[in-house]
């Protein structure tokens, strides 16, 4: 069913304390923590608890829960002090994307360039 918990799934892990992360914020419906692989200074990843496979499937079954992702977003770059920032939702393998649980990468600290790459 659409937000249950995927067994095969790296964040439903995290979110689960199974797989270790480290966090940065966490509210009732989302988790923030480091990448493991961070690009700039600030590279953070906000992703909800349920679990959804990328942005526009959160947004179509669970708005309210897309609009926490996007606040605890500017939350996150406000903690770490970025004046900017960048949140990015890679989807599709062909775009990036790795891990099938919904995730806002929120990249700070460092020029970035427009168009991205
Ligand atoms: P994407 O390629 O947009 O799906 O983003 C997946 C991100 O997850 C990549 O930037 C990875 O570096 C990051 N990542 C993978 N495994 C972990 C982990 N165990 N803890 C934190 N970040 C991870
Ligand atoms: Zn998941």
Same mark, same amino acid.
């Given at each position: 069913?659409?937000?249950? /918990?995927?067994?095969?799934?790296?964040?439903?892990?995290?979110?689960?304390?199974?797989? /270790?992360?480290?966090?940065?914020?966490?509210?009732?419906?989302?988790?923030?923590?480091?990448?493991?692989?961070?690009?700039? /200074?600030? #590279?953070?990843?906000?992703?909800?608890?349920?679990?959804? /496979?990328?942005?526009?499937?959160?947004?179509?079954?669970?708005?309210?829960?897309?609009?926490?992702?996007?606040?605890?977003?500017?939350?996150?770059?406000?903690?770490?002090?970025?004046?900017?920032?960048?949140?990015?939702?890679?989807?599709?393998?062909?775009?990036?994307?790795?891990?099938? #649980?919904?995730?806002?990468?929120?990249?700070?600290?460092?020029?970035?360039?427009?168009?991205?790459?």
């Amino acid at each position: 069913m659409a937000g249950e /918990p995927q067994a095969d799934c790296l964040f439903c892990k995290i979110v689960a304390g199974e797989v /270790p992360a480290t966090l940065v914020r966490e509210t009732e419906t989302t988790v923030a923590f480091r990448d493991i692989n961070p690009q700039a /200074p600030t #590279h953070v990843l906000v992703i909800p608890k349920a679990h959804y /496979p990328d942005v526009a499937s959160l947004a179509a079954a669970a708005p309210q829960l897309a609009a926490d992702v996007a606040k605890e977003a500017g939350r996150v770059a406000a903690e770490d002090g970025a004046e900017a920032y960048r949140l990015v939702f890679n989807t599709g393998s062909a775009a990036g994307q790795t891990v099938f #649980h919904v995730h806002g990468h929120v990249l700070a600290g460092r020029g970035l360039q427009w168009p991205p790459g």
